[in-house]
């Protein structure tokens, strides 16, 4: 079992092999799972590494920080210069326009805890993750989900 220190050093790794030069990359584990993002991938005990983009688009599953609720997972629905809109997958409301200098990145890669662990038994270094590879949710029900431009 690999101790907490090899197990942050992988993923700081990681994390800073996904990104592109001068893109900022982080990770998070998700140790909490909520119904927003049901069927989406996010579920409890998995690693994500999220990389700073320079725009985002409708569709990307980014972490942001919000003030009352701490670090977020959503997806973007809208967006218009400076703002992300998000919206939790299966939440009837989104969380309004989020100024982009508080998101953190873009999901790129998404690990389970027994990939964690296989990866750190192997002792292989650190591999770029492939484009694009967040799971995707299965359709969510039908909202009204226009945000109202600010």
Do not use: C
């Amino acid at each position: 079992m690999p101790t907490p220190a090899q197990t942050n050093a992988y993923l700081d790794a990681l994390a800073k092999a996904s990104a592109p030069a001068g893109q900022k990359a982080d990770w998070f584990h998700v140790s909490d799972r909520t119904p927003s993002m049901l069927g989406a991938g996010y579920d409890k005990d998995k690693h994500i590494i999220v990389v700073s983009q320079p725009e985002y688009a409708a569709g990307d599953d980014v972490t942001f920080r919000d003030p009352a609720r701490g670090l977020i997972l959503h997806r973007v629905t809208h967006t218009k210069p400076g703002y992300v809109f998000t919206k939790g997958t299966f939440n009837k409301n989104g969380d309004g326009w989020i100024p982009v200098d508080r998101v953190v990145g873009k999901v790129v890669r998404v690990l389970k805890r027994t990939e964690l662990e296989e990866a750190l038994a192997s002792g292989k270094p650190p591999a770029p993750a492939p484009p694009q590879v967040a799971p995707q949710a299965a359709q969510p029900p039908a909202y009204a989900d226009t945000p109202v431009a600010q």
